[in-house]
Nanobody, 115 residues
């Protein structure tokens, strides 16, 4: 059984910062890919950032130069540092881990940018 658990969401004012963390545990070994998607109310889920085991990183254009993804391979942990947050960043943020042909998802962490 595999568990993916996010933490670090919350309420922040525009221009502020938050850091999301995600841990994949259980019967999963060194995920090939980990990352973050988000889904705003009434909208489709969209890719935010992804990082591969070789260090390759991709960002959505909307978050480039504001968000940073990094990963601790030995602990199956991925982080998303979010700076200069905007109201349009408000969404549920979902972590995923992809390993051995299977994707695993967390329950989501709510990020609200308002003030």
């Amino acid at each position: 059984q595999v568990r993916v658990v996010e933490s670090g969401g919350g309420l922040v004012q525009p221009g502020g910062s938050l850091r999301l963390s995600c841990v994949a545990s259980g019967s999963i070994f060194s995920p090939h890919q980990m990352g973050w998607y988000r889904q705003a109310f009434g909208k489709r889920r969209e890719l935010v950032a992804t990082i591969f085991s070789d260090g390759t990183i991709n960002y959505a254009d909307s978050v480039k130069d504001r968000f940073t993804i990094c990963r601790h391979n030995g602990k199956n942990t991925v982080y998303l540092q979010m700076n200069s947050l905007k109201p349009e960043d408000t969404a549920a943020y979902y972590c995923y881990a992809f390993s051995s042909g299977t994707g695993y998802w967390g329950q989501g962490a709510l990020v609200t940018v308002s003030g």
